[in-house]
């Protein structure tokens, strides 16, 4: 994971090419199908390419070195990964999840190209104030592959601009994120699943 300490207002970036109005998650390749096979799968999140850009008030004031950032990254994706995981149990009926790579029939990685954090400070002044606080926002990029794993049958999905809020909340940001990715991920399922009813 490599960090970069930037001057960030607004910052949303897509780094799979460009999206149109509402289009959070597109295909970028294969058969879009796979995503609702009624399957187990393997879940898998990816940050060794994740660039993060940060510029909150907060965060500079409370941390003055990036390692004291790193040690705190590792317990923010890892709520939120059970937040995604929760959300798309409780709606998706297809992919059935399961921990054990020998019970899956498929594998899903979801790889992080962006995460970007920033405040918000003039997104909702009045709300701010009242809360003493600093709004939190949490941009993720990246794409989402599916495989069989008994053959080369794969799916590529990329997404961008899927964000996360909270009043002076980091942790909050990144749970209302991925909780957005896999409602994104369930609305995409479900609009190929329609499709074929046609």
Do not use: P
């Not at 003039?122 to 949490?138: F, H, M, R, W």
Request: charged share 30%; glycine share 4%; hydrophobic share 40%.
């Amino acid at each position: 994971m490599r960090i970069i300490a930037s001057m960030i207002l607004f910052v949303c970036s897509c780094s799979f090419g460009m999206a149109l109005a509402d289009d959070f998650i597109k295909l970028k390749s294969g058969d879009a199908t796979l995503f609702r096979e009624h399957a187990t799968a393997i879940l898998e999140f990816d940050y060794s390419h994740t660039e993060v850009s940060y510029e909150t008030k907060s965060l500079f004031s409370n941390r003055t070195h990036i390692e004291e950032w790193d040690e705190e990254w590792d317990e923010y994706v890892s709520i939120a990964e059970k937040r995604f995981t929760n959300f798309f149990k409780k709606r998706n009926q297809t992919l059935n999840f399961v921990t054990d790579k020998s019970d899956a029939e498929y594998k899903l990685m979801v790889s992080f190209k962006n995460v970007d954090i920033y405040g918000r400070i003039d997104y909702d002044e009045l709300n701010s104030i009242l809360n003493n606080g600093e709004e939190i926002c949490v941009t993720l990029s990246g794409r989402m592959t599916i495989r069989k794993l008994n053959d080369d049958s794969k799916c590529v999905l990329t997404f961008s601009d899927i964000e996360g809020f909270d009043i002076d909340s980091i942790d909050m940001a990144f749970k209302e994120a991925y909780n957005g990715l896999a409602k994104e991920l369930h609305k995409f399922i479900k609009e190929i699943e329609e499709a074929e009813t046609l």
